[in-house]
């Protein structure tokens, strides 16, 4: 989607254009085109391999594109990266890093501290009240990996939060989680939109989807629907989304039966 540049209009936090991304000659993603408004959440919601990830990876600046533009909060992506946050997936942490909860969250100041110098009373408030909004703020002195993988992921939240982001990437961050964990993720992200943050989430949760994101975009390589979250979500787009196979809906979650 482009749009025209009006001095008077915000820009959108996330413009997709046409995007495509290719690893060598395999096509990840082909012509994903879709608009996030500040304040708005979108869940990315598709199979294993869909291209999810490497969607975000582009936001992120991180794969080239084949094709087509994204636009982050008015720049390209590597212009944006101080205003964007990301939460990858936690099992692709060590857990085993020598380093306290609380210096962890204060990480996510570095890019507006400088890497060589000290946090200021701000960034170390900033951090502890990050922790807080996860309902973590009595663990700051305990070691990361003597964490839970779901309390892991809430600290790995609570970093992205004191980087105050206007867009925040979520990378499937309700996998493994219980639901305490989940309920303090939704109401960090509820948090962010009404500061006025976008949210990317990538997820096979439907609920996720229905609880906190205003839009869904379906990605199987291409993009089977982008819009409103009720709306987009039709058993017909699913069903095409995962490749055909026979959906079972239990709750409102999908189950890929492979058959
Ligand atoms: N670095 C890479 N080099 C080559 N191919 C890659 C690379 N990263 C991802 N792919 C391929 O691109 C496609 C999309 O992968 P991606 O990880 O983006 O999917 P996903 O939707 O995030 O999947 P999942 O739900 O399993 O995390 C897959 O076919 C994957 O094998």
Known sequence: MNTATDPQVPPPALDLDEVSVAYGPAVALENIDGMVAPGEAVALIGPNGAGKSTLIKAILGLVPLAGGRITVLGRPPAAARRDVAYVPQADTLDPEFPISVGQVVLMGRYRRIGWLRRA???DKEAARRALEQVGLADRAR???GTLSGGQRQRV??????????????LDEPFNGVDAVSEQALLDAIARLKQDGAAVVVSTHDLTLAHLACEEVCLLNRRQYGF???NATLTPHRLRATYGGHALELRGDRVIVAHS
């Open 156 to 169: 790995l939240l609570a970093r992205a939060i004191a980087a105050e982001p206007r867009l925040l990437l």
């Open 142 to 144: 305990h070691r990361f």
């Open 227 to 229: 819009g409103p979250t």
């Open 120 to 122: 200021k009373a701000t």
